[in-house]
């Protein structure tokens, strides 16, 4: 269970900073990529996060 504990706050950090790191390093790219890829990027990235992290919108464990 102290596993569990000690890795919520350290997925929550990467939800939060991985969208936006990505998003920054793709800034200089705008014009070359097309919107559809970034968009993809993105999710993949979100999703990537989700699936590894904490889902803390779910039913806590007791």
């Not at 936006?20 to 990027?41: C, D, H, I, K, Q």
Request: net charge positive; glycine share 6%; no cysteine.
């Amino acid at each position: 269970m102290r596993r569990f504990v000690a890795r919520v706050p350290l997925s929550l950090v990467v939800a939060a900073v991985v969208p936006l790191l990505l998003s920054v390093v793709l800034l200089p790219f705008r014009g070359g990529l097309a919107n559809t890829n970034v968009a993809l990027m993105l999710v993949v990235a979100v999703v990537a996060v989700a699936a590894l992290g904490h889902r803390l919108a779910g039913r806590w464990p007791r």
